[in-house]
């Protein structure tokens, strides 16, 4: 064909990091085959959906099969009875025509790209791939921010070279490395932004896993509304990876200084490029927002965060340096005796039979730590943390 | 804000088409309360899923609930096993790697531009307005070839007036015509097409429509292979317009001049920006394609059928020009007596009651036609074609 592709494309890399551990997995298992692995590296949940969710969509499936009950296709935006139990759900105040529902928080991430201009991009580092690829695919040019043990990985405006006005991924709390923002850094960055023109995308999608005192939505911080877009995921509060549905925020109150309505050119975007999210996925969502789902999820989140409590419990003992394992279903430590990512990994891998994730896949900064996560069961989590007591 | 946003929204025209008729209907409510309003402009289908589907979703969705059945993220392509009953599903030989199973077909259809540069755009009048707006939104330039009575609103090749490469999107059956072209008209496309080294998005939603001779597939062509992309759904041919669920198929015998992969960029596009289908949905999907979903699927075209045949039988009688009816759930027909299409519209309204779509609204070479939809009941029809009757 004689068409012009998108030549972009040729700027992203090919990420091997998971190609690459189940490679050097396979290798082990088939040299110990007797070998008991535990996978720590596991980025996606593990327990059922639910009750709550569950007979929803039961209920609504069976309602999509009777004349009377039938519904076609959704409003472009979502059905109101969710975007209700959203705004419901939300501290600030969030009018239901700034709630657009979605099939997850990763398509909304990737997708906003279309509504911007070509703008300075700030992303944190480490950080989730899709900020950097949907960026690198539509041929903007990044700026990266480092974590560090300096900044507790949680990269802060001082650290942006660049001036004027960008837009900035922020994610909190961070996949990968746990870290969550506090109200205090969280005002400085909206004050940032305010100040320079900037736009915010803010990820929340981990903010179900907050125990403490720290901001679940950026629109708890004043001016948020008018430099901040925030997409949030029902995927880790509700264990819908597989169910899919997500929503993204834009307050009237954005605005471009020709005028232009961010609010307008998503619901634009949307009504012109998707049609709606599954009425039985919405139903389910509704129901883990009522006070009974909303029980049934924190169970579960509580389940995680108790392996969470224990992993990080042995690093305290240790002494070595992470961060997460709070508020996150991360745990992000710096590898022990200066080894690096990958050497760390085989180090796990060959002595205590323990799969997790080199850092250094998520980012530059990565390098030197490592990833280990909260989503296995108990016993596995237990067994684990008692190889790691003996390992390190 | 200081950031830019995308100037190319400011190219795509506000439609009002929608939002005009339900102001011009509700007007006429009031003024005549006792009127018994027809809607036989629905554009979305009124049956029931069928059971296999609901059953499917049941089962699924109890599944999700169960730790031992639980899914997690699934493959952002799609589940193999609703994959295979998809290419099954094709005469053409279709490997599992070129199909891609998506929340559905509009969604698709506005991510393609992703992929591509920019190119030269081709789109037959009238049309579906998500092939333009998605091209006007990246800033591509659109040629557009019309319908008419002469090429019974299947525009050819030979009224394309640029040279070169372009990207050509075909509808067939088309929405909002009805038309659908033969296998010599689909055989000239991409003949074109290969020649020109043009690249052919071929929106095949309505196929299941189709009861004589025709290709359902472009893939029934020789050499689509080398420069079709073909977006296809369940809303229509399974009724999953609020179920959501379609596929496109990316052939990996597609690629630029530069050895470019279409099908890698597809899927790494939806890798980056999309995470898959739901599971329960995609369960229903599998079912619809069993040997009983296609039977319970068939017998609700049949009855959408039987209304379009109802409305064709009037136009007939009356000898008014129209395309679809056959293969089709439109009836697209020429408004009697020289009448503009809102002209049509009120005298239809007033005079019979009956609510239909001005062609106009599908762009400039629809003005003067109008469009009328078979997803009635079969109640509704009858007694909408014997005001017809009295009325033409």
Redesign the interface.
Known sequence: ???????N?KN?KETYLFSEIASRVRRYQEENPGAKLIRLGIG????????V??EA??RA??E????E??????PESGHEFLKKAIADHYTADIRLSEIFIS??A??D???LV??????KIIIPDPVY??YV??NL?SGNKISYISGSSENGFLPMPDQIRED????IYLCSPNNPTGAAYDRAQLTKWVEYALK????IIYDSAYEAFITGDLPHSIYEIEGAR??AIEVCSFSKFA?F????CGWTIVPED????DG?S?NK?WF??QA??????????QC?AEAVLSGEGIRQCMRNIAYYQENADMIAAVLDEKGIYYTGGKDSPYIWLKCPGGMDSWTFFDHLLGKAQIVGTPGEGFGEAGEGYFRLTAFGTHENTKEACSRLRELL
Do not use: H, W
């Not at 064909?1 to 030549?7: F, H, L």
């Not at 996606?44 to 959906?49: A, E, N, R, S, Y």
């Not at 012109?272 to 996925?281: E, H, I, L």
């Open positions: 064909m004689n068409i012009k592709t998108n030549s494309f992203i996606d949940v593990t327990l059922p959906l639910p009750a969710a569950v969509m039961v499936a069976n999509m099969g009777r004349q009950t039938f519904r076609g296709y959704p099939d997850g990763k398509s991430i990737g997708n279309d509504i911007l201009g070509n703008n791939p899709v690829d949907s695919m004027g006005a960008a837009v320079t023109g900037s736009l008018e430099c264990g990876t597989g169910t899919r954005l605005k471009a200084d232009t961010l050119m634009r975007r012109t490029k998707f049609n709606g999210v599954s009425y039985p996925v389910a």
